[in-house]
């Protein structure tokens, strides 16, 4: 009987050993368990704060970045036919800084640790099509949160692949324009090579104009000297009428000269007005300088080839063109100047001299004086007259 008990005792003895063992390993089990739960707890909680609870509004006026596709002809075009670029533009993917997330709180924290769906007398509801194991979907459990959280990751994807399309869009656009605006430069490097030759022309003109007059000028020196030979001729004439034919002849001589002289004469007059005609074919302007004042902007500009297009005011074209706009434009030279701009010479940043004006419109292209470059010029800087 002592032999079974002490048996008895060992059995129990080992028994509560090997529990004690199984103990330790599940209490070891359940604080791994518990801190992967909590950190996959937080990690989740950092994950929500980048997914965005809402997509953005669409906006209720579309952006305009209207682009002239009409046609390039040798003709004024008063309007010309329009192309919205950013017509079904999604200008909504640009929203920054939507809400987000924000499970770091007690309630969603507890919710994302409720697995399973809890009924009314607070035990978890059998899901009968799942051999009535545990639900573990339904409004309060982990699984509200995690698919609520899913769908508007998909969301956020299709946003960023919206996103992607319209990059993608915008960039065959813009080699589009590139492609058009290369186009356009070739003509514009034509048309200022043709304005220099013009240049030199109208300063060869000038110079033969000063030629010119300075023989007017000797030709009536000559006249008025020929015209008192003539007088003195006449007067000699007058009184050898008695003379001998010898005398008649020189006479007659002197009536050769007057008529050379009056041809000579002729032929200064017909000079003078060939001249005047020079002057008048060379289109100079008659305007040297505009009152002082803003004149007008900057629209478009390449600091790389040192050339800008400025929009004048209508008052300031009349200025320089005339009352009815069809003079020629003067090669005047402009300061450009920009608010709130802080530099060696206050808000002034250089100066231009313009060149080409575009007929009908207040764009005028101009040369960008490198010498008086203070900055680089840059849209929206402002013109004036000193």
């Avoid at 609870?53 to 329009?82: G, H, L």
């Avoid at 309630?107 to 994302?112: K, M, V």
């Avoid at 946003?159 to 960039?171: C, E, K, S």
């Amino acid at each position: 009987m002592n032999k079974l008990l002490h048996a008895i005792v060992y059995l129990i003895l080992i028994a509560a050993v090997a529990a004690l063992v199984f103990e330790k390993s599940l209490f070891d089990k359940r604080s791994l368990l518990s801190d992967r739960n909590r950190a996959m707890e937080d990690y989740i909680v950092r994950l929500a704060r980048t997914i965005e609870k809402a997509d953005a509004p669409r906006p209720m006026t579309t952006p305009e970045a209207k682009r002239d596709i009409s046609p390039i002809e040798a003709r004024q075009v008063d309007t010309p036919e329009m192309e919205n670029l950013l017509e079904e533009y999604p200008v909504q993917l640009e929203t920054a800084n939507l809400e987000t997330f924000n499970w770091d709180d007690s309630a969603t924290r507890l919710q994302l640790r409720q697995l399973y769906f809890i009924g009314p007398d607070g035990q978890p509801v059998p899901d009968a099509a799942n051999y009535n194991k545990p639900m573990t979907k339904g409004k309060g459990t982990m699984a509200e949160l995690m698919d609520q959280l899913f769908e508007r990751a998909k969301a956020q994807q299709a946003a960023l692949n919206n996103t992607r399309a319209a990059l993608a869009d915008m960039r065959g656009k813009l080699e589009n324009l590139v492609g058009e605006y290369n186009k356009i430069k070739p003509d514009l490097r034509l048309a200022k090579m043709t304005d220099e030759e013009l240049k030199q022309k109208i300063s060869q003109l000038g110079q033969e104009k000063q030629t010119l007059e300075e023989q007017i000028t000797k030709f009536k020196s000559r006249v008025e000297e020929q015209a008192g030979e003539i007088t003195s001729l006449k007067d000699e004439v007058s009184t050898a009428k008695d003379e001998t034919e010898t005398a008649k002849e020189e006479n007659a001589n002197l009536e050769k000269k007057i008529k050379q002289l009056e041809t000579l004469m002729k032929q200064m007059a017909q000079q003078q007005n060939q001249a005047v005609g020079v002057s008048s074919a060379a289109g100079a302007s008659s305007v040297t300088a505009l009152p002082v004042g803003d004149k007008g902007k900057i629209v478009d500009v390449n600091n790389t080839l040192m050339f800008c297009v400025v929009e004048f005011t209508d008052e300031a074209m009349k200025e320089m063109l005339g009352p009815a706009r069809n003079g020629s434009l003067p090669a005047l030279t402009l300061g450009v100047k920009r608010k709130g701009f802080s530099g060696p010479a206050g808000e002034f940043v250089g100066k231009i001299c313009l060149r080409q004006s575009v007929a009908g419109k207040n764009y005028v292209i101009a040369d960008i004086l490198g010498d008086w470059s203070q900055v680089d010029v840059a849209k929206g800087d402002a013109v004036f007259s000193e």
